[in-house]
């Protein structure tokens, strides 16, 4: 004799989950979560920290460098871009037009009196939104350095 054990619901486990996962997600949105509310995609972020400076790695593929704006404003750093595309096609027997609307909108506080606002230096490349923002001399890290012991 073999015991199975239901938790009272007419319809198996898989079928549950998949019901769930299906009606509980976006509409529109099953191949992309990186969405927000706001439904505007937010780019991943790497900050790495060497020893003389911040690095910051914005991934934005399919964008020009003239898509974003980078603007420092009283200590605080903000990444933004906006792009719209239209798409018209009118043949003999149909007429296709498409609208896309892509944004988004990063910002970061700055550590005061570490960071070198004004030689902060951007670049884009292979997709890839790339910060380099240096740190005061006084703010890096000094290697460690032998005492003498009289």
Not at 22 to 40: A, I, K, M
Not at 74 to 102: A, C, D, M, W
């Amino acid at each position: 004799m073999n015991l199975i054990k239901r938790n009272g619901s007419p319809v198996p486990a898989f079928q549950r989950l998949f019901f769930d996962d299906v009606f509980g997600r976006d509409l529109f949105n099953w191949e992309n979560n990186n969405f927000s509310t706001t439904s505007t995609t937010l780019p991943s972020v790497n900050i790495k920290e060497t020893e003389e400076n911040y690095e910051v790695e914005v991934a934005a593929p399919g964008m020009n460098k003239d898509d974003f704006k980078v603007t420092l404003d009283n200590g605080q750093l903000l990444i933004s871009s906006s792009k719209q595309e239209h798409v018209n096609k009118e043949k003999e027997n149909y007429t296709r037009r498409e609208f896309s609307y892509q944004s988004f909108q990063r910002s970061f506080v700055l550590p005061k009196n570490v960071v070198d606002e004004d030689r902060i230096r951007a670049r884009y490349e292979n997709g890839i939104l790339l910060l380099s923002i240096p740190k005061l001399e006084q703010a890096r890290q000094k290697s460690p350095r032998m005492i003498e012991i009289s």
